[in-house]
């Protein structure tokens, strides 16, 4: 553990797999105190353990706003202070731009806008308190450029990269950084659709969360609005 992180507390939403548990276990190991969202709260016990005086467990349902609501009230009465909310949870049904299925884009909108959007409301409070509040929002590169027909994704994750600028702009004089992280494929479930890139090729979940961990620990004058984390050569002129 890092002695200089044993007070800081930070929320991971989607812990329970993927990047969110690579982060988790990434902060976990540098003496972050953690407070885990996930829809299965067993999966968190398995994955670290009962819970204890580093880990606080929280269902966390996207669809569910009362959800994200008790999570950051438990969150504080365990821990007294939040200092970094990563949004890591996301969807990646795949609705293309003829699709007519608006039930689809709602899920969409629901997992990876409202939500985020959400716990950046509840989270804003006591980050500002701290001065030094961290929020990383797990975009995509889909956020920055389109390279596919799956317009619902593609709409969401531009949207979330309106959210962190306008979290930048309004929290920037409390001292609240937020960062965007933009990988192209990442070696998680999400992407095993794809036979573009191997597995091997792919960024390592582990890799990405040491990103994370980096972002949250820039200093006040050295913010970062955006990462993007490529495993291929693309131009982004």
Same mark, same amino acid.
């Given at each position: 553990m890092t002695a200089g992180n044993s007070g800081r507390v930070a929320l991971v939403t989607g812990a329970g797999r993927g990047i969110g548990l690579a982060i988790a276990r990434e902060?976990?190991?540098?003496? +972050?105190?953690?407070?885990?969202?996930?829809?299965?709260?067993? $999966?968190?016990? $398995? @994955? !670290?353990?009962? =819970?204890?005086?580093q880990f606080h467990y929280a269902h966390f349902d996207a669809y569910?706003?009362?959800? @994200?609501?008790?999570?950051?009230?438990?969150?504080?009465? *365990?821990?007294?202070r939040i200092d970094a909310l990563i949004n890591n949870a996301g969807l990646g049904e795949r609705v293309s731009l003829m699709d007519d299925n608006d039930e689809a884009l709602d899920r969409l909108f629901a997992v990876n806008v409202k939500a985020p959007l *959400?716990?950046? *409301?509840?989270?804003?409070?006591?980050? =500002?308190?701290? &001065?030094?509040? *961290?929020?990383? /929002?797990?975009?995509?590169?889909? &956020? %920055?450029?389109?390279?596919?027909? !799956?317009?619902? +994704? /593609?709409?969401?994750k531009f949207a979330v990269m309106g959210l962190t600028h306008t979290t930048r702009h309004v929290a920037? =004089? %409390?001292?609240?950084r937020a960062t965007a992280i933009c990988p192209s !494929?990442?070696?998680?479930?999400m992407s095993a659709y794809t036979n573009t890139v191997t597995p091997e090729e792919m960024i390592q979940p582990e890799t990405l969360a040491s990103l994370v961990r980096t972002a949250i620990e820039l200093p006040n004058t050295a913010a970062m609005a955006e990462m993007l984390v490529n495993c291929r050569l693309e131009d982004m002129l």
């Open positions: 902060l976990a190991e540098h003496g +972050y105190r953690l407070s885990l969202g996930a829809r299965d709260t067993a $999966a968190l016990e $398995a @994955a !670290f353990g009962p =819970e204890g005086g569910e706003p009362e959800s @994200a609501q008790a999570w950051v009230t438990g969150a504080v009465a *365990r821990f007294g *959400r716990m950046t *409301r509840l989270c804003l409070p006591h980050l =500002e308190q701290t &001065g030094t509040g *961290r929020v990383i /929002n797990i975009v995509s590169m889909s &956020g %920055k450029r389109v390279r596919n027909a !799956f317009v619902g +994704y /593609n709409m969401t920037w =004089e %409390k001292g609240v !494929f990442v070696r998680t479930e």
